[in-house]
């Protein structure tokens, strides 16, 4: 499966490929399952429209960037790149009040790596 910027910069050709993508993203499916559920009772019309016209695809990409629909998944993946840099500093041995100016990590998160 292609990562989700690939997705956006090239859609998929099938409706199946379309509701999987959104399924591995965890996080569009359960806040739209409405939306996840036309796709799948009617994969064949939704495929049809997205070989139409890539605007319905422009639509559902520019609709995703906009909400917060991804604002979870990436506190989470900026959290977990914060502590592995935290981590690299700490064993470069850069001291702590640095580390806490570079990252957005509390002293507590910080102290327990």
Do not use: C, H
Not at 24 to 37: D, H, I, Q, W
Not at 61 to 82: G, L, Q
Not at 87 to 109: A, F, G, S, V
């Amino acid at each position: 499966m292609k990562p989700f910027n690939q997705i956006a910069a090239d859609p998929p050709e099938d409706a199946e490929d379309t509701t999987q993508a959104y399924a591995e993203l965890n996080v569009v499916e359960p806040k739209n399952a409405y939306l996840v559920g036309i796709i799948k009772a009617n994969p064949s019309v939704f495929k049809e429209v997205m070989l139409m016209s890539t605007e319905a695809w422009d639509i559902i990409v520019t609709t995703i960037e906009e909400s917060d629909w991804f604002k979870e998944r990436d506190k989470e993946k900026f959290k977990e790149r914060d502590l592995e840099t935290a981590r690299k500093m700490k064993l470069e041995n850069i001291p702590l009040d640095m580390i806490l100016k570079i990252t957005p990590l509390t002293r507590q998160e910080v102290e327990a790596l």
